[in-house]
């Protein structure tokens, strides 16, 4: 009888990255009581926010070659440790240097985490099991760890304060780590609970170059000149534009559009968040069943571009007729049509590059963190300039039909050579 093994490393991916969302949100959670005791402004604050993903763009993008050359257990131990001290330090930071420092490790430390979580896949499934996979962790697991870290993280400090908050953060962390070393291998064949017939059925989903599972220097041409990996980027910049723009400006945008209370704020910013996990989850299905049925790899960017065009569109009626309802429900699709794309940008990643899944899933990262610095200035910039969002939803919507476009017309379906046949001894 076939172990399913795999499964149990990909659950465990998807808690490392609900830990490492509430981790990088949770400084949002203690603004009021940093700033009281740090003597940190509004425009410091800012800085440092941006700060994490500035570190977290530079270190998406190597990490990935790390990734590659030493497989995803030691990188993301190595990388977990790091995210939980700098966890642990935020309360000790002093004041304002020390709290960019820390929040620029702490964006170092959480980078490998989709880099390595695409190679993991990439050695753990077959091809035709990757997008849920994928989905729960790219889609389901950001999506949902947003929906539940206010309640979570306002819990703890309520109970244990706010330097408490963040300890047990980070202890949370160590807790990863000391289950990853017992569980976590880079691939089934290293795994003692993984039987043979289990073996055998990931290895026959599986291309030569993942079958192989080889590690060395970063082939930087290959990468480089991957037609499809930079529509990738393109197209996941596009995505993340809308993403970070919501995160960091949707409670402000109804607050000040709608006059909303806080705790009005709080509720109304679930809607989006909950269409964020439905539009991961059917993406998910989506794009493993049209797979299985065409086994076309391009079959997976016409699923993401129709998903950006119908994403782009929803925003329309919003900067149309901005009324509340009408700004909560078509705000709603939007985000929930985006992340139709949430885990398919990592399947598209290991298409694109199989023989280095981590350096091409880093290069999409450092697009999408790009995404985090730019969003943010630039819906600043336009709010303060116009004193609407309207121009900024413009900008969103505008983006997402580009990246679309780009998805339907201009990917290639790309030459596969496919796992000769072998033994189970071999596998």
């Not at 929040?103 to 990439?122: D, H, Q």
């Not at 049925?293 to 699923?303: H, K, L, M, V």
């Not at 880093?362 to 630039?378: E, H, M, Q, R, S």
């Amino acid at each position: 009888m076939q172990t399913r093994f795999r499964w149990a490393t990909i659950v465990l991916i998807v808690v490392l990255i609900v830990i490492n969302y509430i981790d990088r949100s949770a400084v949002s959670y203690a603004v009021q009581p940093l700033q009281q005791e740090f003597g940190i402004s509004t425009a410091q604050y800012g800085i440092i926010s941006s700060a994490f993903a500035i570190g977290y763009m530079v270190f998406a993008f190597l990490s990935g070659p790390l990734v590659d050359r030493f497989g995803p257990r030691k990188v993301l131990l190595v990388a977990i440790t790091i995210f939980s001290i700098a966890t642990a330090l935020v309360p000790l930071a002093g004041g304002f240097v020390g709290l960019l420092l820390i929040r620029i490790i702490l964006g170092a430390g959480e980078a490998p985490a989709f880099p390595a979580a695409t190679r993991t896949v990439s050695r753990w499934l077959p091809r035709a099991e990757r997008g849920f996979a994928l989905a729960l962790i790219g889609g389901v697991a950001v999506s949902g760890s947003l929906l539940i870290a206010g309640p979570v993280l306002t819990n703890l400090i309520g109970a244990v304060g706010w330097r408490g908050m963040f300890w047990v953060m980070a202890v949370l962390g160590v807790a990863w780590a000391a289950v990853a070393i017992g569980l976590l291998r880079n691939t089934p064949s290293e795994s003692p609970r993984v039987n043979e017939a289990e073996r055998a059925f990931i290895a026959a989903g599986q291309d030569i170059e993942e079958s192989e599972n080889r590690s060395g220097s970063v082939d930087w041409r290959s990468l480089l000149t991957n037609r499809n990996l930079w529509i990738v980027a393109v197209g996941y910049f596009s995505w993340g534009f809308m993403f970070w723009g919501f995160m960091y400006w949707l409670p402000q945008f109804l607050s000040t559009s709608y006059g909303l209370s806080i705790k009005a704020v709080g509720a109304f910013s679930i809607a989006p968040w909950a269409a964020g996990v439905v539009g991961a989850l059917v993406g998910g299905f989506l794009v493993d069943r049209v797979y299985r049925r065409t086994q076309s790899i391009r079959s997976r960017f016409t699923i993401m571009g129709c998903a950006l065009l119908l994403s782009g569109a929803s925003l329309i009626p919003v900067f149309v007729d901005p009324t509340l309802t009408v700004a909560l429900i078509f705000i709603s699709l939007g985000v929930g049509f985006g992340f139709v794309t949430g885990g398919i940008w990592w399947v598209a990643s290991i298409d694109a590059e199989p023989g280095q899944p981590g350096s091409a899933a880093g290069f999409a990262d450092a697009a999408f963190a790009l995404a985090g610095i730019v969003a943010p200035a630039v819906m600043g910039f336009i709010v303060s300039s116009t004193g609407t969002f309207t121009s900024g939803f413009i900008v969103m919507s505008a983006l997402a039909v580009i990246g679309a476009l780009l998805m339907l017309f201009a990917t290639r379906e790309p030459a596969r050579r496919e796992t000769p046949a072998r033994s189970v001894e071999e596998v």
